[in-house]
């Protein structure tokens, strides 16, 4: 299973200059986790991938839909 932050960089390749405000704090936050056990500052690595997915609706293909997924699997959420 790839880090957190390996996910993040590839999705910040696909999504480009185009990444949604909502989206951006937690796209960058991600960059600093490994794994599911990880926290940024206060925030747990599953709150953050959570709400980066919750604002991430913009963020459309099948790359996108892969690259969610992946979170969603490293997060253990179904």
């Not at 910040?12 to 796209?27: H, Q």
């Not at 599911?36 to 980066?52: C, E, G, P």
């Not at 609706?57 to 992946?70: I, N, P, Q, V």
């Amino acid at each position: 299973m790839r880090k957190i932050h390996q996910i993040a960089q590839d999705i910040k390749t696909e999504w480009g200059n185009k990444v949604y405000f909502g989206a951006k704090p937690y796209l960058d936050a991600m960059f600093s986790l490994e794994d599911k056990n990880s926290m940024y500052f206060m925030d747990s690595a599953d709150s953050i991938v959570r709400y980066f997915l919750a604002n991430a609706s913009t963020f459309r293909g099948e790359k996108a839909k892969a690259l969610k997924a992946e979170l969603k699997q490293v997060i253990g959420m179904k």
